[in-house]
């Protein structure tokens, strides 16, 4: 059952579609986590582009989201609502930038990035409660990917 709140969107206004990632944020349990799993294969999909091109999608899809977010939030009516997962989708691609090829690095990029997202350590949770609005959406997630990143990074290293 869909939240009612989440009913004021305008599912023919593509935004509100990236916003909710393709409805996988529609979930009335998790949607976070939800939204990261709709993310995973769109990362897959991408996953052999170029550096420089995937690091592209990623800066567009990023500076879009604050868009995105935002517009979804005017509709809804509320302030970073838990079924706007376009910040995972983001926070996902970031903390697989570079990620060594396979399912344990699918799944282990899935966990860690979760985790950061979910725990907010500082400085992710600060910013969580001071940053309002489309930026706000994206910047915790952002910064939890970028932190998801550096324990990735760190664990390709050191098993390899």
């Not at 599912?11 to 709709?38: D, E, M």
């Not at 995973?40 to 091109?53: E, G, K, T």
């Not at 399912?103 to 400085?123: E, H, M, T, V």
């Amino acid at each position: 059952m869909i939240k009612p709140e989440l009913k004021r969107l305008n599912w023919r206004n593509p935004l509100h579609w990236l916003a909710t990632g393709f409805g996988s944020g529609l979930s009335p349990v998790a949607p976070g986590t939800f939204g990261t799993l709709a993310a995973v294969p769109c990362y897959y999909l991408v996953s052999d582009w170029p550096l420089w091109a995937y690091l592209g999608l990623l800066l567009i899809g990023s500076v879009a989201g604050v868009w995105i977010c935002q517009s979804a939030t005017d509709a809804i009516g509320q302030e970073d609502h838990g079924g706007i997962v376009w910040d995972e989708f983001m926070g996902y691609g970031i903390t697989m930038i570079a990620a060594p090829a396979g399912w344990f690095w699918l799944l282990a990029g899935f966990l860690l990035f979760r985790l950061f997202d979910i725990l907010k350590p500082w400085p992710i949770g600060w910013l969580d409660r001071r940053v309002k609005g489309g930026l706000g959406i994206m910047v915790d997630d952002l910064l939890a990917g970028a932190m998801a990143w550096l324990v990735m990074q760190g664990l390709a290293w050191g098993l390899h």
